[in-house]
């Protein structure tokens, strides 16, 4: 008895722990008065694992950097009414309970309750790394176009979404609508992650014509990967506004993601097409090629069947030697053969827009030709300001004229050393529709613009065939035609934009130029690099006479 009294006298006088050398213990109680809660948001530095709270209970993480005393930073705005806490009491603070530097004490003291009106300016869609003709998000990061589909009247584009930062993470799903697949309408966030350890990954979008599930014909539904528990489905009555996932989640459990689901006319079934990294009979029995990573020895395509949309089971599986074709993100659809009548080829592909053609007969495709397209030309491949075609691209489910029209991420760079408070990065393509032509190489897809991009034509700038300056500095469309095949070599507004063929549909935006060549038999963009932000230089490097040239000049795709 008399150690422990001796103990408890002597621990009374002991030195308490201290927090290291600049670090306090931050957080901010906030009253909730208004929808959003506002954050300052720095593009530098380490990212903090913040919680919003009430009381003890954790609502929602996020990571996000925060701006250190005078650093630039941008506002973000994330809603709190979806989780009831309108008239409630929250605080923010690090999940860990760690203490921070004290020079982030002024980020803490800046956070606050508003609305997004108050975070957003009116020049956010006009500032110069912001791209014109392609749609990107308002504040933030986007990635992978998801959910894409036409119902009642409006084409919805979802996408992969960071609201906390211009990097990738906290993977929320973003939402655009369009009546004319040009003019997006930025709506609020339709599908919220369950905190950083169960994030909303990719998936698809489509409409339960014949009330499969019970929840009433024409429901709009989405399918995606939680990354806490598999492949889930949500529901929406509103349009695409809000979403409600079925009882039956997660329908599938396995190691993979990305799915996409279609109507299956002849057996009236749908069919659930997702990437799938396990090994399975079909990658036992066709190995990969010997220099491919180890982590991706069994990529593939896994196929279910459901006729309620509630209980699925599997029916079959499709690799291939080069795994890489088949990683992440695949799509499937059916394409009539241009000019045949009554034929027809199925089209798969995975997130590196590498296509297939062959057969799908309900349960598993078998490929007849594939996989088209150059490796090295994909997204993710060299630097930002290189060169690619885009990643992660989806068609729209039900198009109401049968149209097959894609759209793709464009991974794009940052300039944070011309503008360290930009607020947004990452864009989409442009749309265009495929068609399925025979070419002297076989089968192929052709990259067609849609139609709809004509109405962003204001003044034709010239049809001179010297006159390729006259884009120079202006949101352009440039229509080029040599008066030989060749290699090519252009520079449009201080961006590559060089090309093997004979002509090219040139879109010539502030950061990137998409071009579509010889007909579209072959699709690229090129980015802007970082180290030549603001040049406008436009010339013609190679040899080579053009033969005819159309310059418009187009309007931006956020009006005035």
Known sequence: MRFWILFLALSAWLPVAAEPRGHVKLEKTLHVEASHLLLPVANKGKRHLLGIYQGDRLVQNFTVALPQDEMAFWWAAYPLEPFGLEGKTIRIAPVDGKALRDSFSGAFERMTVGTQEDAWKETDYSQPYRDQLHVSTRRGWNNDPNGMVYHQGKYHLFYQHNPFGIQWGNMHWGHFESTDLIHWEEKPIALFQNTTSDMMFSGGGFVDFNNSAGLGQDTLFVVFTSTGRGECLAYSQDGGLTFTEIEENPIIVHEGRDSKILWYEPEQKWVLAVFNLEPCPETEALPAREETDPERLHNHIAFWESKDLRSWTRTGAFTHPDRDALHECPELFELPV???????????????NRYFIGDFDGRTFQADSGPHGDPRETQKVGPP????????????SHSPDGRRIQMGWLRTATYLRAYPDQLTSQ???????????????????????????????????????????AAEGKLAEILVEFDAPGSHQLTINGIDASFEGRTAHIFSDRNTNELYIDGGLEYRTYRRDPGRIGSTETRKLSDGTIQSLQIFELRSIWGE
């Open 338 to 352: 241009e000019g045949k009548s009554g034929e027809s080829r199925w089209i798969l592909y995975g997130a590196q």
């Open 427 to 469: 864009s989409m393509s442009l749309p265009h529709e495929f068609l399925l032509r025979e070419t002297g190489l076989g089968l192929r897809l052709i990259y067609r613009p849609v139609v709809e991009l004509e109405g962003l034509r204001g003044s034709l700038l010239t049809e001179e065939v010297g006159g390729l300056s």
């Open 385 to 396: 300001g290189g060169r690619g075609t885009m990643y992660a691209a989806q068609t729209f």
